[in-house]
Structures are given as structure tokens and as C-alpha cells.
């Protein structure tokens, strides 16, 4: 399996910034691709960004993410991180990673427990 833990969530005011981290218990770089999905109360989880191993990133459509969050390898700490800038109340909801993995034969989804992400206006 591959075990996903999220962190640097928090309460921040409209303007400011927050950087999430994945650690995940497998070298990254044997996870084919990883990625942040968010959930608003009342909301469906929604995509907001994604990495292959090889670093290709691909963001939710909407111009408000791609333009104020990117995703990151930190090969280091063997995590993902997504920068996620010029927060808005709208970006208010729990955060959490996922991976794509081989395990047992299968590619497989993996999921965090998420991280709270609540910004004031």
C-alpha cells in the first residue's frame, strides 16, 4: 500500500498563502503520478493539481488555480507539495492528497485522511 500524509493546513486571511505538503511511504518516484483534490462543505470533492513522477503537472481548468497554486516533487523530503497563493474564502475546504500506485498487482488510488485549508475574509 501506500500510505499519504497531509499537512500545513491552517486558518489564513483572503490574500494570503499556504503550502501543503504530501508525504507519502513510498519513494515518489515510484508512484506514478500524485495530486491534491479538495472538498468544500455541501461540495463534491473537486481536482485541483497533479504531478507525474517525471514532474509533468497538470491543474484544475479554471484560471483562478492555475494561476495562484502550483504543485512541486520535493525529491528531499519525498513529498508533493502544492503552493497554493492569493487565497480566497472560496478555497475553504479540506484538502487532500492522492496516489496513483501499483500495489498488488493493480494501479491503484491512495488517499489521505486531508487537511483542513479555512481562509477569512
Known amino acids: 500500500q501506500v500510505q499519504l500524509v497531509e499537512s500545513g493546513g491552517g486558518l489564513v486571511q483572503a490574500g494570503g498563502s499556504l503550502r501543503l505538503s504530501c508525504a507519502a511511504s513510498r519513494s515518489i518516484f515510484n508512484i506514478d503520478n500524485m495530486g491534491w483534490y479538495r472538498q468544500a462543505p455541501g461540495f463534491k470533492r473537486e481536482f485541483v493539481a497533479q504531478?507525474?513522477?517525471?514532474?509533468?503537472?497538470?491543474?484544475a481548468g479554471s484560471d483562478s488555480v492555475r494561476d495562484r497554486f502550483s504543485i512541486h516533487i520535493e525529491a528531499a523530503k519525498n513529498t508533493v507539495d502544492l503552493q497554493m497563493n492569493s487565497l480566497q474564502p472560496g478555497d475553504t475546504a479540506i484538502y487532500y492528497c492522492?496516489?496513483?500506485?501499483?500495489?498488488?498487482?493493480?494501479?491503484?488510488?491512495?488517499w489521505g485522511q486531508g487537511t483542513q485549508v479555512t481562509v477569512s475574509s
Open positions: 492522492k496516489a496513483l500506485a501499483w500495489y498488488d498487482g493493480r494501479l491503484r488510488d491512495f
Open positions: 504531478i507525474t513522477r517525471g514532474g509533468s503537472a497538470t491543474y
